[in-house]
């Protein structure tokens, strides 16, 4: 934004405030004859804390902005995921099949005995834990997708492709009992 422009809004916020005073109080505030020392000072409190709440929102705009910067997609994911696979060990597609298999199976079944302990071992439930062990399924899913020649993207799509044709309306017990299809 040039200089120009910037200035240009600036008194034009300055020119709306000043027609809201007036309309608030009959007069711009340095004319209010009628306002007391005090109620001045209250004004300016009020008039700052706005300001501060402002400031506040706009932090946590600018966090929220900077986590959708920082997100990535499901390919960008399955790319990076794919740099820490040893392709020495798995040359061909059916050898990443294999293990992309035998990684969600470890991976799903420590999950489960997460669950398991938390439910009738007397466990903490820990969020962290499981959190870490997700994103461990998550690089499984990468690279057995990738054994079979799909992209996370498109993989994520035909899922969502066939929840919509089963459940148009949302999901239904009454669909899910009696299904049409099998897949």
Known sequence: MSD???????????????????????????????????ERI???????????????HLKQFIKD???????????????????????????DSNEKIINGILGLSGE??????????????????DKDYLAKELGDICWYIALLADGIGFDLSTIMQMNIEKLKKRYPEGFDSNRSLYREDEN
Not at 6 to 26: D, L, R, S
Not at 81 to 90: D, K, P, Q, S
Not at 108 to 125: P, R, T, W
Request: aromatic letters at 10%.
């Open 4 to 38: 120009k422009k910037y200035w240009e809004n600036i008194c034009n916020i300055q020119e709306a405030q000043t027609k809201k005073g007036i309309k608030k109080y009959g007069t711009i505030l340095e004319d209010n004859n009628k306002l007391t020392f005090e």
């Open 42 to 56: 209250n004004y300016l409190e009020e008039e700052l804390i706005d300001g501060l709440m402002y400031c506040e």
């Open 65 to 91: 902005d900077n986590k959708l910067q920082n997100s990535i997609t499901a390919n960008e994911y399955q790319k990076l995921a794919l740099r820490t696979a040893n392709i020495e060990a798995m040359k």
């Open 108 to 125: 799903s079944g420590e999950v489960a005995d997460h669950i398991k302990k938390f439910k009738y071992q007397g466990h903490q439930l």
